[in-house]
C-alpha cells in the first residue's frame, strides 16, 4: 500500500530467497505470450530495490521484443525468464527448483541466454 489515500501501489506475485539473494517473483497467466510492457513493468518494481533481481514466468511464453528488453536490461538489474510449462515438468520429475532457478539466473548472467 502507498500512503493514505494512493491505494495499491505496486503488486508483486512473490518473492524467494535462493543462495542468499532476493528474486521478486511475477507471474502471468496470459492466452498470448508476455510483451514489453509487462517485463519492463517488472523490471520497474526491481529497480526500486537495492539488490532485487527478478523471475518473470509466464504460462504462454515471451514475445521477442519482450525478451530483448529484459536481456537489454541486466546490465541494470539480473532477470531470469521461465515458461511456466518448464517449472510443471521440473515439478513433477521432482527436481530441485531451486537450483532451476539457479541454473536459469547463471545464463542469463554469463551469457545474456534468457530462455
Not at 489515500?5 to 518473492?15: K, L, R
Not at 543462495?19 to 508476455?34: C, I, N, Q, S, T
Request: glycine share 8%.
Amino acid at each position: 500500500m502507498g500512503l493514505e489515500g494512493e491505494g495499491i501501489v505496486e503488486q508483486i506475485d512473490g518473492v524467494i530467497e535462493i543462495r542468499g539473494a532476493l528474486y521478486f517473483v511475477e507471474v502471468k497467466w496470459y492466452r498470448d505470450p508476455v510483451g514489453k510492457p509487462e517485463v519492463s513493468e517488472h523490471l520497474v518494481r526491481l529497480m526500486g530495490r537495492a539488490e532485487g533481481r527478478g523471475i518473470f514466468i509466464s504460462a504462454s511464453d515471451f514475445t521477442a521484443p519482450a525478451v530483448t528488453v529484459a536481456r537489454e536490461f541486466l546490465q541494470h538489474k539480473l532477470i531470469a525468464l521461465s515458461d511456466l510449462q518448464e517449472i510443471v515438468q521440473l515439478l513433477d520429475r521432482q527436481e530441485d527448483l531451486a537450483e532451476f532457478i539457479w541454473e536459469k539466473v547463471q545464463a542469463a548472467q554469463i551469457h545474456k541466454n534468457l530462455l
